[in-house]
């Protein structure tokens, strides 16, 4: 079993940042890609960033150049900072990981239980 506990949510106003830790524990062989994404209530999850474990990454085109995904293997944690806020960014931000748990089990994927930010004019 894999947990993911995502944290650093809050209510900053527009223009300031925020920076979200989520971080994996449980039995882990493997993250291969840990991401974000957010949800407001009346809407679809949707994306907001990806990375694999060896460094990929791809960002919806709503938060490029505002929000940095990043990573540390060795603490499995997947880091979101996010500058340059705005209200739109208002959301419930999950995180999200696939990995197996041993050398001999497939992929599976995870969720956080989110946390909320929000983002005032």
């Known amino acids: 079993q894999v947990q993911l506990v995502e944290s650093g949510g809050g209510l900053v106003q527009a223009g300031g940042s925020l920076r979200l830790p989520c971080v994996a524990s449980?039995?882990?062989?493997?993250?291969?890609?840990m991401g974000w994404y957010r949800q407001v209530s009346e809407k679809q999850r949707e994306l907001v960033a990806t990375?694999?474990?060896?460094?990929?990454?791809n960002y919806a085109d709503s938060v490029k150049g505002r929000f940095t995904i990043s990573r540390d293997n060795a603490k499995n944690t997947v880091y979101l900072q996010m500058n340059s806020l705005k209200p739109e960014d208002t959301a419930v931000y999950y995180c999200?990981?696939?990995?197996?748990?041993?050398?001999?089990?497939?992929?599976?994927?995870?969720w956080g239980q989110g946390t909320q930010v929000t983002v005032s004019s």
């Open positions: 449980g039995t882990i062989f493997s993250i291969n890609t």
């Open positions: 999200n990981a696939i990995a197996s748990s041993t050398k001999w089990t497939t992929f599976n994927e995870y």
């Open positions: 990375i694999t474990s060896g460094g990929r990454i």
